[in-house]
T-cell receptor, first 114, second 117 residues
Framework: DGGITQSPKYLFRKEGQNVTLSCEQN?????MYWYRQDPGQGLRLIYY???????QKGDIAEGYSVSREKKESFPLTVTSAQKNPTAFYLC?????????????FGNGTRLTVT | AQTVTQSQPEMSVQEAETVTLSCTYD???????LFWYKQPPSRQMILVIR??????QNATENRFSVNFQKAAKSFSLKISDSQLGDAAMYFC??????????????FGTGTLLAVQP
């Protein structure tokens, strides 16, 4: 079955450490996205990528970095510069272009930094 | 910039009854798409229904329907015959239809729906 896989489901890190969240899709989607979800704030866009080897900052990119070396993969690194990294992170993908294709989401990663 | 507003942080409905969740949005574009997503306690985001702005007819998916008022920039979700499994957080989302756009979804802050047995 096609889908988006995020791993791990739960992640714990000490403050000051970088951590990388994995996102893999086998839907042949061009575009991939990282959202952050906090209580009462909905989903906010961190980074997105329309094609391989290209990505753009979203609304809250500070303290995060990404790479898009393969179409299937879009890992997110939460760096020590991110002041409030504890959150729920969702990866999504869709076909590129002006269409009504919905975003497909992974199951998310809950990151806790202490 | 486009914005999406959900003014009801929480709603409650009795099982088998009907409930309407509100969503308004702000945009200067004429061509766009609107979506409702459901996020149950598992936190998986599930597409409930979608609407193309150029279509006047309101979208319907089984017990779920929308009331799309383009001039008023309103996009409410009606859930009929509510079931216990409908309990979830519901997000309204906007997406531009313009070519070359990011295709990103812009989300509202969500409405938490409780279904009372």
């Amino acid at each position: 079955d096609g889908g988006i896989t995020q791993s791990p489901k739960y992640l714990f890190r000490k403050e000051g450490q970088n951590v990388t969240l994995s996102c893999e899709q086998n839907l042949n989607h061009d575009a991939m996205y990282w959202y952050r979800q906090d209580p009462g704030q909905g989903l906010r866009l961190i980074y997105y990528s329309q094609i391989v080897n290209d990505f753009q900052k979203g609304d809250i990119a500070e303290g995060y970095s990404v790479s898009r070396e393969k179409k299937e993969s879009f890992p997110l690194t939460v760096t020590s510069a991110q002041k409030n990294p504890t959150a729920f992170y969702l990866c999504a993908s869709t076909f590129r272009g002006p269409n009504n294709s919905p975003l497909h989401f992974g199951n998310g990663t809950r990151l806790t930094v202490t | 910039a486009q914005t999406v507003t959900q003014s009801q942080p929480e709603m409650s409905v009795q099982e088998a009854e009907t409930v309407t969740l509100s969503c308004t949005y702000d945009t200067s574009e004429s061509d766009y798409y609107l979506f409702w997503y459901k996020q149950p306690p598992s936190r998986q985001m599930i597409l409930v229904i979608r609407q193309e702005a150029y279509k006047q007819q309101n979208a319907t998916e089984n017990r779920f329907s929308v009331n799309f008022q383009k001039a008023a920039k309103s996009f409410s979700l009606k859930i009929s015959d509510s079931q216990l499994g409908d309990a979830a957080m519901y997000f309204c989302a906007y997406r531009s239809a313009h070519g070359g756009a990011t295709n990103k979804l812009i989300f509202g802050t969500g409405t938490l729906l409780a279904v009372q047995p």
